[in-house]
């Protein structure tokens, strides 16, 4: 597959500057009405049938040949993060506060690639959804986009995402079968006291104290009601508590983070926390209220799409570039729930292991990340081949 790599590696420049473009001017989610408008013209010019506005700011653009009723669906990111650049590219962000900081621009530049490469020079039968979707950042611009009839209205026998991963070597490919990516729930737990004097804690039922212990009675859960084999994380993330030194206030707050790798430790996290929290709460006199949040669900790549995902990769950079079962992340993606509609498959790419500028090696959601340009070649490359692999002229065993 030398050749498709260089065909795709020789038009790179052309995405490199798109990605930069809409690095330049990121959007949060459901405002990608710039990025959205880019991605709708595009396409159009190539030839593809787009829709524009599904789910608010998604587009899908769909190209059609032959007779084959195999059906594909290829999902990327669009929306950034509300973060202060400090990268120091050329081509930051000009939008104050709002960054790219989880490669989304270059994930939407790996697609376009591959749709203008597809649209010219294509060889498949059958069906192909391009689907460009907003709000992935804790938004739920998935579930929006299948609200709005997204498998309904662009039918999928399978579908497939892609997203970059620091500290991996660059275009290095990283498959999973199986739960990949962790739910992630969010609780607000208020503690409710009686505040009084500092001088007289006897008069009062401080809520403060009761938080403490609460925080610390958390970490037992995974310790001690999670089977050690199992993935589960519960992290107080936020405390929010009083203003004056001599005074014990009325309320306590604390935020949760809740993840888990496995939908029945999702539900037993959930289960334990809440009965925690109320004996805590009991034990200390005063009341608690759990407000509990369910946020993206467990990630789970099923088994035939990833056998199918794996063997494209390994055909398209030799085994040697290819992990074929990465160890699963503790991070969440929407992509989930799409995954739990129709069968498909999540990987990775690596962004580089480097830490200058350029080289790929800085964390996500951190102000100093930038995507790896150098990754717009194989990514694209690969979306081609694995497309016209699937819609292959027979197309694949899947079920219509």
Known sequence: MTYLLQALQARAGEFIRLRRDIHSHPELAFQEHRTAALVADKLEDWGYAVVRGVGGTGVVGTLTRGQGTARLGLRADMDALPIAEASGAEWASRQAGVMHACGHDGHTAMLLAAARHLAEHGTFNGTLHLIFQPAEEGGGGALRMMADGLFERFRCDAVFAMHNMPGVRQGHLVLREGAAMASSDYATITLTGLGGHGAMPQHTADPIVAAASTVMA??????RNIDPLQAAVVTVGAIHAGQANNVIPATATLELSVRALDRDVR??????????????AESFGVTARVDWKAGYAVLVNS???????RDVAVELVGAEHVTLQGPPLTGSEDFAFMLEQVPGSYLLIG??????AGEGGCMV????????DHNIGVG????VLLAERFLAAKGPATPA
């Open 365 to 372: 959601h951190n102000p100093g990340y930038d995507f790896n």
């Open 303 to 309: 088994a035939a799409e990833t056998a199918f995902a």
């Open 351 to 356: 962004n580089g292991t480097g830490a200058g």
């Open 380 to 383: 694209s490359a690969y979306w």
């Open 218 to 223: 958390l970490q037992t859960i995974v310790a």
């Open 267 to 280: 539900a037993t996290l959930e289960r334990r926390i809440k009965a925690l929290v109320a004996a805590q």
